[in-house]
């Protein structure tokens, strides 16, 4: 996640252009289309120096909170989480546990993301994807997490990651969450792994929130290379996903909160919102236009609450406003 240091610009020269290819049908995917849109923040179980406060204290803008992050077991595939109460003040696991719980009878949903910039979860073969499965389902009953994240930065195993979340899925029944943060280079190739999870499980994935930012350059659906930071950066890309065969409400855009929460590409609220009115209606673009509005998308995530709190939660504000959620 955010935080990690830019990545170089890519050579776009080796990169294969985007190619649409058939995805799941969505008349026939599930879990059904969200009766709203997401405004995913993340959560900081650590302290970084930008704040640190408890899941209680997340504005209600963010109706979907992902708890940044699981670590990983002795066992291969395996998670485990626990409550830095060191780091948060003496925050303890049956605070955080009545916390989540209590934003959750207001309508919001809290999700375990698994990953980031320091971790390594790897799930590479089935006994791996099993182990992956039970202890992500165990973390559910005992946290009340409504799902995970899947922001794996270090490599992924489509194929058995795939095995592992429909194992989950099995185990939690169809109300389950799962959320991904690709990086934007993950997209620019259909052999690429997350491309493939994506169009491999979209009968039981939520939503995408690619991290637009620590990119450099990339292809956008035209085949034209854009730069990070622009309002076409977002729109171009997220093209790629929507022309997938994903629905449009199962795509979002992830942009840093604050200029100090990325190593780059961060974008002013503002640009968020005139990307989601091109892409949505076909207004306020920047370049590129898609050919057709999309109508209503996911919706938009940020790294990370915490670092919006720095800010006066501008972020939450704005985007709240324009999603319906604030």
Not at 57 to 69: C, D, G, M
Not at 180 to 191: E, G, K, V
Not at 263 to 271: D, K, L, P, R, V
Request: glycine share 12%.
């Amino acid at each position: 996640m955010a935080g990690a240091a830019a990545l170089s610009t890519l050579g776009v020269a080796a990169v294969a252009a985007p190619a649409v290819l058939d995805g799941p049908d969505p008349a026939s995917a599930t879990p059904a289309a969200a009766d709203g849109q997401w405004l995913t923040g993340y959560w900081h179980n650590f302290a970084n120096g930008s704040t640190t406060m408890p899941i209680s204290e997340v504005p209600s803008a963010y109706n979907l909170i992902a708890v940044a992050f699981a670590g990983n077991t002795a066992s291969p595939g395996g998670i485990t989480f626990d409550v830095a109460d060191s780091e948060l003040g003496g925050y303890t696991d049956q605070q955080f546990k009545d916390d989540v719980a209590a934003v959750q009878a207001e309508g919001r949903k809290v999700v375990l993301s698994i990953g980031g910039q320091n971790g390594h979860v790897d799930v590479t073969n089935s006994t791996e994807a099993a182990n992956f499965a039970d202890s992500a389902y165990a973390l559910m009953q005992e946290y009340g997490f409504d799902g995970i994240d899947i922001d794996l930065e270090h490599g992924m195993n489509a194929q058995y990651m795939e095995e592992a979340l429909r194992s989950l899925r099995n185990k939690a029944g169809s109300d389950l969450m799962i959320t991904m943060a690709p990086q934007t280079i993950d997209f620019q190739a259909p052999s690429y792994a997350y491309y493939k999870l994506a169009q491999n499980i979209g009968d039981i994935l939520t939503i995408i929130n690619m991290q637009y930012y620590n990119s450099g350059s990339m292809l956008g659906c035209d085949d034209q290379v854009y730069s990070q930071g622009s309002v076409d950066f977002l729109t171009a890309q997220a093209c790629i996903q929507l022309e997938l065969g994903l629905r449009p409400d199962q795509v979002g855009l992830g942009l840093p909160a604050t200029p100090d929460a990325a190593g780059g590409g961060y974008q002013s609220a503002g640009n968020v919102i005139r990307a989601l009115d091109c892409l949505e209606e076909g207004r306020n673009c920047g370049s590129f236009t898609p050919s057709e509005p999309y109508g209503p998308i996911g919706g938009a995530m940020t790294w990370s609450i915490n670092w919006d709190a720095t800010n006066g939660y501008a972020f939450a504000d704005a985007l709240g406003a324009r999603l319906g959620t604030g």
